[in-house]
């Protein structure tokens, strides 16, 4: 079953989780001199990607049911069908966006490690949606 959420909570937490984030970034940077790319929040990108996710898993999964309404009965097998859409959904518009060149992960100095065998960024997308908002 779907859980209702408020966008409006939702948002506030988001940008706040993001702000927290800058300024622990901000903190690292001063004490390893290391700058770290991190992405500004785009509320507007991040909705419309929401946007275009529901509608695309809406129409495969009406598209699926009418042509194999008896296969999808249960409330479960619809719970599985729907997940199994909206992530291949998601799989997709990350395709369309970056193609075969996802964002680097790499920080800006090649090489540096924040903590044993991590060299990852901490700019990565922010993408901090459960399923249940996406839904």
């Given at each position: 079953m779907k859980k209702e959420v408020d966008m409006e909570k939702f948002w506030g937490d988001a940008e706040l989780r993001h702000s927290k984030l800058k300024e622990i970034v901000k903190q690292i940077e001063l004490k390893t001199g290391v700058q770290i790319p991190i992405k500004e929040f785009d509320r507007?990108?991040?909705?419309?990607?929401?946007?275009?996710?529901?509608?695309?898993?809406?129409?495969?999964?009406?598209?699926?049911?009418?042509?194999?309404?008896?296969?999808?009965?249960?409330?479960?097998?619809?719970?599985?069908?729907?997940?199994?859409?909206?992530v291949s959904c998601d799989f997709h518009k990350f395709l369309l966006d970056f193609g075969d060149e996802p964002p680097s992960m790499k920080p800006s100095m090649s090489g540096t490690r924040f903590a044993p065998g991590w060299t990852g960024s901490i700019g990565s997308p922010f993408t901090a949606m459960e399923s249940e908002t996406i839904l």
């Open positions: 507007k990108r991040i909705e419309e990607d929401v946007e275009y996710v529901k509608a695309k898993t809406k129409e495969i999964e009406e598209r699926i049911i009418a042509t194999t309404e008896e296969l999808f009965e249960s409330e479960k097998e619809r719970e599985l069908l729907h997940i199994s859409i909206r």
